[in-house]
């Protein structure tokens, strides 16, 4: 079905699970160890080969030779795939670097052998049996080196003019120009991309850990040249992603390839000092914001330009994504310029662009509040653009409740106790500083489809390709399934991620929530008209609730259907495209900051959210804290440190690349809006998982220069940026 | 599904399970033999111990960690591999009662020692109180550190009854108390990407009340 006009009052206005906070349905088997992840499927697969990938060991050049017959001596050993004696696989529209075969070195850590063996164990001793020589080439690998001459990105499109910024931003009597670094960054998911794949004749499957089904389904298709159709892939349990896993890598290739020549099943999990330099990462930026007002605050000018870089030179992180939502001001420009920057792949991870983008925007706020000697809570407020998206009054908001989001921050967060001048709050040898951002995401919206039977013993089955990243997909699913069709939650039972069934939009940008649970309330209204069909009512206007159906003052059981199925789809027609479809939020920090030695601590940490209804809050708000949770991480630990000689991350795993762990969290509070936005979809859902990434290292940082007096404008907010600048200690 | 559908690791399916790189006699099977022949090359040994109370002997590779013993030998997959470096925590689980991350340890150094897995501590039917205060709190989400993070929490929280004391242990003479800031501490070995940190602080709390 289309969703073709505004929706008016429908169930979910009612709803008695939607909306409800719910456990988990997956939680009991999450919790036990027993739900099955992609290298865990000895049900499937229980004579499968180890495979071990061996990555290179230069960023740019050729593999002169590759030595491999130790390694195929080697005991246990069953095949050995090496590059330099295959031929490039193919390439799909979703990947940038190549994934496998030729000599043809473009990153460090490409793919360039994989050895198969009985045990995990040989497979691994023989791998490192196999000495490879190459010719390397030099490259600039420093993305300051290479702004300057870097295109604008989008084919040279990606400049945009409203008004005439250059001459209000000169004219204006407050101003500010501000230069903010942000570095690679790694999705670091705590399963390693992982493939088990089988062939049987033309056909394969594979059991591997992919948020996006049928793009990886698609995409293989051209990898491997074979029609899509011969392939399933099958991803129940996916162990983390946040964009990491949207695409198909070298494990789900590797494994397909050695099932071939090894004649049976072959698994694969990337070894997790191969992750962050062989598959994806976000780039990292240099972004340039300068703000003008007028005394009282009204923005009149905002410029912000963008620089980042990519091994094509394309699909950069876009820094400047949230610049033309979020705040009034007549004369704008924003700018972003990608260069050919040969380290690993850069592509989406979690809110890509915007998560990068607040990070620059939102302080370069903080820091005309302060210039402006206005509070930055009181400064968003009054540049709050009314209904027109100022960056594009081509379109005007659908909903947006940013101003209340800050409001009711503030007044939770005990805003008004913030000291305005920096470095003014001590206890004990704490300096202690609150700081505020502002957030918006975009919220789109996708096709997706879904099947949903009757059992006819009073289940109800729900059949998706939709996957479960941790989202609480599982959850929502069976919600709105159960609510739609009258039935108690624990009636009905969901299946995810195979791509037998029926095409849903997956799990990316924010949109899996929203758009998943659409097409399954489009699937059981299908359902519900041949039910009615069946037993002779209208399935539109009839009640179905408790199992019961009540139609023109007759009664029946759901049971009474007995066994039935039906597919369905929900679409989008074009009115959406009149409206900025986003979600916004007001995050409110508060850190700790030693005198002594800089260390900092996060004490308190606030996000209001206005992001439509929220379907299962439990799962939602663990959605968002978790994004504060990796935003902290942006704002104060996470860096892939940039080798700029040999063009690599030096610090490739879990020790090196640090991630918040318990001791950095403290208790986090989210307060979400009882806001519905009737444009996006019947059930007036927006997604909040990426939301939730837009903002808070903002306010990270603004607390810290606000217990400080320090501003430190290269990501991320380390000890070493700023010691020697604490105040006196007195 | 009963505790013993559950784990129900019968000696013949160790046996079999250990036969990937095992020198073990008698299995019927023409490609278990082959993989046997071809790992007869490397020296194995043979190692006894208990695991979730129940007894298993395997012949191993001696390169073979605990967590792969316990993941591809004795198919209990509930033990993660996040990094294998003993980085990330998610391979935790309990031996001789003390937690230890299951990557960095050979199978053949626990001859005689009890392991606990997550599968030895509820099963979806009959919950662990941690593991229903998780399920409760929504102290997960992608599920994959998930077992880790509930092994070294069922320990912290043994721990800190045992006074055994932490970097952040205020009182090292007062009886010990299973703070915010202790449970913190002491979980920070176990890192959780979905960022469930704060909701696993709530679960803690609560089974630490009782």
């Known amino acids: 079905m289309e969703f073709n006009a505004p929706a008016g009052e429908n169930l979910f206005d009612k709803a008695r699970i939607v909306g409800k906070s719910t456990p988990r349905i997956d939680g009991p088997l999450k919790t036990t160890g027993t739900a099955p992840y992609a290298y865990e499927r000895h049900d499937v697969a229980p004579d499968a080969a180890y495979g071990w990938i061996v990555g290179s060991a230069i960023a740019k050049g050729r593999i002169t030779s590759m030595d491999v017959e130790d390694a195929r001596n080697a005991p246990g050993v069953i095949a050995v795939i090496a590059a330099p004696e295959t031929k490039p696989v193919g390439t799909s529209p979703y990947n940038h670097a190549p994934l496998f075969g030729g000599r043809e070195v473009a990153h460090y850590h490409q793919a360039i052998a994989c050895v198969v063996a009985e045990t995990f164990e040989q497979a691994r001793a023989a791998a490192h049996l196999i000495r490879t020589r190459y010719d390397r080439e030099a490259a600039e690998y420093d993305l300051a080196e290479l702004a300057p001459q870097a295109p604008l990105a989008d084919g040279g499109k990606a400049l945009h003019k409203r008004g005439d910024f250059d001459a209000a931003f000169d004219a204006a009597p407050v101003k500010i120009d501000a230069t903010y670094h942000t570095p690679d960054e790694s999705h670091a998911m705590m399963e390693p991309h992982a493939t088990i794949a089988s062939w049987k004749g033309e056909e394969l499957t594979l059991w591997t850990s992919n948020q996006m089904i049928n793009w990886g389904k698609e995409a293989l298709g051209q990898i491997l040249g074979i029609a899509p159709e011969k392939i399933r892939l099958d991803s129940p349990y996916i162990g983390g992603g946040f964009g990491g896993k949207l695409f198909i890598r070298a494990d789900a290739v590797l494994a397909a390839l050695a099932s071939k020549a090894a004649q049976r099943p072959v698994k694969i999990a990337l070894q997790r000092p191969l992750i962050f330099n062989n598959t994806t990462h976000r780039p990292a930026t240099i972004q340039r914001v300068r703000l003008g007002a007028t005394r009282d605050g009204r923005i009149t000018a905002v410029g912000h330009e963008n620089w980042s870089g990519n091994i094509t030179g394309t699909d950069g992180e876009d820094g400047t994504a949230q610049t033309p939502k979020l705040y009034a001001g007549a004369n704008r420009m924003t700018a972003n310029y990608t260069a050919t920057l040969p380290l690993p792949e850069g592509n989406a991870m979690r809110a890509p662009g915007e998560a990068a983008g607040h990070l620059a925007f939102e302080v370069a706020m903080d820091e005309l509040a302060e210039a402006l000697a206005m509070c930055p809570v009181e400064l968003r407020i009054k540049n709050d653009p009314g209904a027109e998206v100022p960056g594009d009054p081509s379109k005007r908001f659908s909903e947006r409740h940013l101003t209340r989001c800050l409001k009711e921050g503030a007044e939770r967060f005990g805003w008004s106790k913030r000291k305005a001048k920096p470095g003014q709050v001590r206890e004990g040898r704490w300096l202690i500083g609150m700081g505020v951002a502002g957030g918006y995401r975009g919220a789109p919206i996708q096709k997706s489809a879904a099947g949903v039977r009757l059992s006819g013993d009073g289940m109800l089955i729900v059949e998706t390709d939709m996957t479960d990243i941790g989202t609480g997909s599982y959850t929502i699913i069976a919600q709105t399934a159960a609510e739609t069709m009258g039935l108690p939650l624990d009636r009905v039972r969901v299946e995810l991620g195979d791509s037998r069934y029926p095409v849903s939009s997956g799990s990316g940008g924010q949109w899996g929530a929203a758009s998943s649970t659409a097409g399954v309330y489009a699937a059981c209204l299908v359902l519900r008209r041949a039910i009615g069909e069946k037993l002779g009512f209208d399935g539109d206007s009839a009640d179905f609730t408790d199992g019961a159906i009540r139609a023109n003052g007759k009664s029946f059981a759901l049971n009474d259907a007995g066994e039935m199925s039906a597919d369905g789809e929900m679409t989008y027609g074009d009115f959406q495209s009149d409206y900025d479809l986003g979600t916004y939020a007001g995050h409110f920090c508060e850190v700790a900051v030693d005198a002594y030695t800089g260390e900092t601590h996060i004490r308190r940490m606030l996000s209001v959210c206005d992001a439509g209804r929220i379907l299962n809050p439990l799962s939602a708000r663990s959605q968002v804290i978790g994004a504060m949770v990796m935003s902290a991480g942006a704002a104060l630990t996470e860096e892939l440190a940039v080798d700029r000689r040999f063009g690599y991350f030096v610090n490739h795993d879990l020790a090196g690349y640090e991630v918040p762990v318990h001791a950095d969290i403290p208790h986090q509070d989210v307060v979400f809006l009882d806001t519905l936005d009737s444009v996006i979809s019947p059930l007036k859902a927006k997604g909040v998982g990426e939301l939730g990434i837009c903002g808070p290292g903002s306010a990270v940082a603004n607390a810290v220069y606000n217990a400080t007096g320090v501003r430190v404008r290269e990501y991320p907010i380390t000890l070493d940026k700023y010691l020697d600048r604490l105040p006196a200690i007195g | ?210």
């Open chain 2, 1 to 210: 599904m009963s505790d013993n559908e559950h784990f129900s690791v019968s000696r013949r399916e160790v046996m079999a399970g250990g036969a990937a790189t095992a020198a073990a006699t008698a299995i019927p099977v023409a490609s278990a033999r082959a993989a046997a022949e071809q790992a007869g090359q490397v020296p194995t040994m043979p190692v006894a111990f208990e695991v979730n109370g129940k007894k298993v002997e395997l012949n191993l590779d001696t390169r073979t960690t605990l967590l792969d013993t316990l993941r591809e030998h004795l198919k209990l997959t509930g033990t993660k591999k996040g990094c294998d470096h003993g980085q990330c925590g998610a391979c935790t689980v309990m031996v001789n009662g003390t937690r230890v991350n299951s990557c960095l340890s050979l199978a053949v150094m626990h001859q005689g020692d009890t392991v606990t897995t997550i599968e030895g501590l509820g099963t979806p039917d009959d919950l662990h109180p941690m593991q229903a205060a998780f399920v409760k709190h929504d102290g997960y989400q992608c599920g994959y550190c998930t077992p880790g993070q509930i092994c070294s929490a069922v320990s912290v929280l043994e721990e800190i009854r045992q006074g055994i004391p932490s970097h952040v242990t205020e009182d090292l003479t007062g009886t010990m108390q299973p703070t915010r800031d202790e449970m913190r501490e002491r979980m920070s070995g176990n890192i959780c990407r979905c960022g469930a940190y704060s909701n696993i602080s709530d679960a803690m709390s609560e089974v630490a009340e009782g």
